[in-house]
């Protein structure tokens, strides 16, 4: 009987090596980072802050009791922000903002921010109040009619 030698095979790894896994990791994470700079994920069919938002032909609709006095709403869909800077005013900017193209992300005190770099403009009449953005906000035009807020 003879005896055969055996010798024990080489194994190689099957998943990513730890420096794959890494770059993937970091890669991910900037895009991440990226995207949530630039806007967020709606849950309401991209129009944050207006559950009453609607289309009604070419144009968006929104409820006037969803939007706050001295706040407002950005329709993210439509890259508009409709604001009530005082009681029964309703007024609506381009929601883009002029610095670097970011969707505004909020109205509050009179105020409409932009997240991405902290600009900040006037609910009344879109002029820039604060950070890097080098213009106001253009005016939309919009019809109110009884409670019912029109984007043209």
Do not use: W, Y
């Not at 770059?23 to 802050?49: H, Q, Y």
């Not at 993210?76 to 800077?85: D, F, H, K, L, S």
């Not at 106001?136 to 919009?142: C, N, R, S, T, Y």
């Amino acid at each position: 009987m003879t005896q055969t030698e055996t010798t024990p095979e080489t194994t190689q790894p099957t998943g990513p090596s730890r420096r794959q896994v890494l770059v993937t990791g970091s890669v991910v994470a900037a895009a991440v980072a990226l995207t949530t700079a630039c806007g967020s994920t709606t849950t309401d069919g991209g129009d944050r802050g207006s559950s009453g938002a609607g289309s009604s032909g070419s144009g968006s609709t929104v409820a006037t009791t969803d939007v706050p006095v001295g706040g407002g709403v950005v329709l993210e869909a439509r890259q508009v922000v409709i604001t009530q800077p005082t009681a029964g005013t309703f007024k609506a900017f381009s929601a883009v903002c002029t610095h670097e193209g970011c969707i505004v992300s909020d109205v509050a005190n009179g105020t409409i921010t932009c997240q991405c770099h902290r600009g900040q403009f006037s609910a009344s009449d879109g002029s820039v109040q604060g950070g890097p953005p080098p213009a106001p906000l253009a005016e939309v035009a919009i019809t109110v009619s009884g409670t019912t807020i029109t984007l043209a």
